[in-house]
């Protein structure tokens, strides 16, 4: 599908940002080995998160939607499926569901789609294998073949900060023998220890001991990956000014705000409060005609990986030099998120370099007047419809679907702020 975007008129009014993917993700699989019937409210309507539900349902998991966005889930055994088990897009899916299937007593088959067949696995397939597990994959690469085995602890020195990493090996140590724990050079997202303890499981920091979980309501707070785009948006485009309700603000995701600041953008932390353990809030933005190039690096990375790509169109309004380095990652993304971005937002004249690690944006006026492919990534496509808003002339976005593996309503969000 292609989509035309064009120069933008002010964002005004107020929206409310839907679900978080990653809380969403782990609501439905920790509700799922929960002992009991809980309700979870607020679910992503994004495909990754329904491919998780979708998931569970076929290890025999009851479930069922009371509205649009309210689920129950009957947590409790999980079964053999005997067939396999389809993760789609979702890398958090296969990642996380691996180091829950390491210990049961059946064997299992995850399997992705093209681009997630693509995305390396030895991160989680290496420490789930020293905890006794047995994962057989070609290359690295789904499908991945997981014969049930009993596990046991470890302590666990990642070289890469990932919290789909930490919550596959915290997940297989809920079943291990003895007590497991994850050290990462830099703090990833810490959704997975919040919501286990929330859950009742023996967590203390990254270090958990064999636990039950009893089940427990969830209401999922809103996605600040997805209100990032709102708020560079916002940011950028001349006399926006306007409230996203509902924004999750956990600390280990909050890198945007900071950078933000640094930026010297206008961005107001209004109405915090606290929603099933994670932070939450309201954020107003407004349009800031002097912003200015930062460094974005080390630990930062983790706090806002995601968002890079739309903060390069951020940063391609910014005095100066926006340098960023450290987030080699990104190459392991739905794309490769350095590569493309810079291939592509160069079309339409952002003066983007390419660095092994990273990439070097410098103030550009945006020319539009091209077609960019988003290589089957939802993040590129949104970040790409953002630097549309601002280009002189149109741009066209091919694959603009793809929007739908995590943020359907984005498009009708930037809409409903036309007043
Ligand atoms: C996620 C962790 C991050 C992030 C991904 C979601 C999670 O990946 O990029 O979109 O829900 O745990 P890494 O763990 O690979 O950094």
Sequence with gaps: MI????????????????ADKSVSHRAVMFSSIANGKSIIKNFSSGAD???????????????????????WVEGGNLTDSNSALDCGNSGTTMRLVSGILAGQNFNSVLIGDVSLSKRPMKRIIEPLTLMGAEITAADGHAPLAIKGCPLHGIEYISPIASAQVKSAILLA????????????????????????????????????????LTARDIDIVGDISSAAFFIVAGL???????????????????????????????VYIINEREISGEPCADIRVQYTESLKGCV???????????????????????????????????????????????????KIGVNIEERPDGFVVRKSDLTGNAELECYHDHRLAMSFYIAGLI???????????WTKISFPEFEELINSLYN
């Design 296 to 346: 974005i690096e080390g630990s930062d990375i983790p706090r806002l990986i995601d968002e890079l790509p739309v903060i390069a169109v951020l940063a391609s309004q910014a005095e100066g030099e926006a340098i960023i380095k450290d987030a080699g990652d990104l190459r392991n993304k739905e794309s490769d998120r350095i590569t493309c971005l810079v291939k592509e937002l160069q």
């Design 391 to 401: 280009s002189k002339k149109e741009i066209a976005i091919n694959g603009f679907e």
């Design 173 to 212: 140590g809920l079943r291990a023998e003895g007590k497991t724990t994850f050290n990462e050079p830099y703090v990833s997202r810490d959704h997975t220890e919040r919501l286990l303890k929330y859950l009742g499981a023996e967590i203390q920091g990254t270090t958990i001991y064999p636990s039950e």
């Design 49 to 71: 998160c329904h491919s998780t539900l979708n998931l569970f349902k076929q290890l025999g998991i009851k479930s069922e939607f009371l509205d649009e966005k309210t689920l």
């Design 3 to 18: 989509k035309t975007v064009s120069f933008s008129k002010p964002l005004t009014g107020t929206i409310t940002i839907p």
């Design 236 to 266: 950028i485009i001349k006399d926006s000014n306007f409230i996203i309700k509902n924004v999750g603000i956990n600390p280990t995701r909050t890198g945007i705000l900071d950078i933000v600041k640094r930026m010297g953008g206008e």
